[in-house]
Nanobody, 121 residues
Framework: QVHLVESGGGLVQPGGSLRLSCVAS????????MGWIRQAPGKEREGVVC???????FYADSVKGRFTMSREVGKNTVYLQMNSLKPEYTAVYYC???????????????WGQGTQVTVSS
């Protein structure tokens, strides 16, 4: 059974940094595009970034220059390095894939329990 487990969230002050991790089981991440999405209270899900099988990443305009997504080949793990955080980035962040696409965009067919990111002073 496909599992995605996100971790690394927490409470951080504006301007701070966090690194999120997503570990997969029951499939090999290296073959597929992966993404991060987020959902803030009362708002719709929002795509944050997608990374292709080859490692090319595509970011939402709202996070360009602040977030970096990477994958650790062979470790079945992707990361989201988040710098210069803003309060409006507060949300639950989910790692997603569709187990079909190797390029972006990627569907949201599979996701984990999410990790809460709260940016507040």
């Amino acid at each position: 059974q496909v599992h995605l487990v996100e971790s690394g969230g927490g409470l951080v002050q504006p301007g701070g940094s966090l690194r999120l991790s997503c570990v997969a089981s029951a499939f090999t991440m290296d073959y597929y595009a992966m993404g991060w999405i987020r959902q803030a209270p009362g708002k719709e899900r929002e795509g944050v970034v997608c990374i292709t099988r080859d490692g090319d990443a595509f970011y939402a305009d709202s996070v360009k220059g602040r977030f970096t997504m990477s994958r650790e080949v062979g470790k079945n793990t992707v990361y989201l390095q988040m710098n210069s955080l803003k309060p409006e980035y507060t949300a639950v962040y989910y790692c997603v894939t569709d187990l079909v696409a190797s390029s972006c965009p990627v569907g949201y067919d599979y996701w984990g329990q999410g990790t809460q990111v709260t940016v507040s002073s």
